[in-house]
């Protein structure tokens, strides 16, 4: 067991897989909203990041996202199409990263269903500017952070256990297997 956990006098691992794995996805994703989108990931190089905004994520964990055709992401994308995706939701839980398979399309019914207005400041052409391509990432692998309780008990457990000097933490990880 890990060095922090050892004292921890509560089960705070749980792995997940199938159905509760693809809730576990969307309830930290919704949460954060916006992740980073790392790419080249298996390539040897350094990976690249970028933040991006998540535009639907499916009950599975599939995620989507609208991006340039001409842009460095798509390229990389198409040199290697294993990407990692961070999510932080608050400031002290609500963490999830998501290793998965993307492919990219300009699939016009789906640009539309994830088309919103703001997104114009990208496309100036609207959703038919012929630069919008679709992003899907199909997770295959992830791990999560959270609290059992939220935060507030999760604090409040702090306290108590700064106070009486023992682990009193109300965190939960595990390996989320999609």
């Known amino acids: 067991m890990d060095s922090i ?3 921890q006098p509560e089960q705070n691992k749980k792995d997940l897989s199938g159905n509760q ?5 969307v309830e930290l994703a919704k949460k954060a ?18 933040p991006m905004s998540v535009q639907k994520i499916e009950e599975d964990g599939t995620c989507w996202f609208l991006s340039a055709i001409d842009s460095h992401k798509n ?16 400031d002290y839980s609500d963490y999830l990263s998501l290793y998965g398979q993307a492919t990219i399309s300009q699939d016009k ?20 500017d012929p630069r919008i391509t679709v992003i899907k990432v199909t997770p295959q692998d992830g791990y999560y952070w959270d609290t059992k309780h939220g935060q ?27």
């Open 5 to 7: 956990n050892r004292n």
């Open 21 to 25: 794995a693809g809730e576990k996805i």
């Open 33 to 50: 909203k916006n992740c980073f989108f790392c790419t080249r990931i298996t390539s040897g190089q350094a990976f690249a990041t970028r």
């Open 75 to 90: 390229a990389q994308i198409e040199a290697d199409p294993f990407v990692q995706l961070l999510f932080q939701g608050s």
């Open 109 to 128: 019914a789906k640009i539309k269903e994830l088309w919103e207005p703001i997104i114009k400041t990208w496309f100036t052409e609207g959703e038919d």
């Open 152 to 178: 507030i008990v999760s604090f409040a457990k702090q306290l108590v256990g700064a106070v009486t000097g023992k682990t009193l933490d109300d965190s939960i990880e595990g390996k989320l297997d999609v």
